[in-house]
């Protein structure tokens, strides 16, 4: 089988829309909307921690309590399966999800959970390191590849429907 041959059967595989055999580029903004709804999900976690913790009579200075460590506890195993394990499966994060958005390999084959896992916890804080500006080269990069995405070997591309015919 030649490398053409292996390229177009990924691309076959691959369920993103294509223009004119293009995947079709993730919009910064809904980027940025997908990240915000998997922040959301890991902090709202935290916060009920917090929540009942308070309830069953933490104060402000009894930080640590077991109600407080198993809400944390919860909000860490919530994030590697969030950012590390169902992408690797599915291609999407709870975010990408909601908003119409899937990781992929460069090549259109599914991205694997270690693909998924150097991406999430290697590749965003070395994006977050350098003032965030590995997210802002996503925005300005004619593939829409952030930093993150370059170290993971992955593309962000739309999943849903073809944009309408130019009239």
């Not at 690797?88 to 991205?111: D, F, H, S, V, Y």
């Not at 991406?119 to 993150?148: D, K, M, N």
């Given at each position: 089988?030649?490398?053409?041959?292996?390229?177009?059967?990924?691309?076959?595989?691959?369920?993103?829309?294509?223009?004119?055999?293009?995947?079709?580029?993730?919009?910064?903004?809904?980027?940025?909307?997908?990240?915000?709804?998997?922040?959301?999900?890991?902090?709202?976690?935290?916060?009920?921690?917090?929540?009942?913790?308070?309830?069953?009579?933490?104060?402000?200075?009894?930080?640590?309590?077991?109600?407080?460590?198993?809400?944390?506890?919860?909000?860490?195993?919530?994030?590697?399966?969030?950012?590390?394990?169902?992408?690797?499966?599915?291609?999407?994060?709870?975010?990408?999800?909601?908003?119409?958005?899937?990781?992929?390999?460069?090549?259109?084959?599914?991205?694997?959970?270690?693909?998924?896992?150097?991406r999430h916890f290697v590749g965003y804080p070395v994006?977050?390191?350098?003032?965030?500006?590995?997210?802002?080269?996503?925005?300005?990069?004619?593939?829409?590849?952030?930093?993150?995405?370059?170290?993971?070997?992955?593309?962000?591309?739309?999943?849903?429907?073809?944009?309408?015919?130019?009239?």
């Amino acid at each position: 089988m030649t490398a053409a041959q292996d390229v177009s059967q990924a691309n076959a595989r691959s369920r993103t829309p294509r223009t004119e055999g293009n995947r079709l580029r993730a919009p910064f903004a809904l980027r940025c909307g997908a990240l915000l709804v998997d922040y959301v999900t890991v902090m709202s976690i935290i916060v009920l921690g917090t929540l009942v913790a308070r309830m069953l009579g933490g104060g402000a200075r009894s930080a640590g309590t077991s109600a407080e460590t198993i809400g944390v506890l919860a909000a860490a195993v919530a994030a590697v399966l969030n950012l590390g394990v169902i992408p690797g499966l599915t291609g999407r994060t709870l975010g990408k999800w909601a908003t119409g958005l899937r990781i992929e390999r460069i090549n259109g084959e599914p991205m694997g959970i270690g693909r998924a896992l150097v991406r999430h916890f290697v590749g965003y804080p070395v994006s977050f390191l350098i003032l965030g500006l590995g997210f802002l080269i996503s925005a300005l990069t004619e593939r829409g590849r952030g930093l993150h995405d370059m170290i993971a070997g992955t593309i962000v591309v739309r999943e849903g429907s073809l944009p309408s015919p130019r009239r």
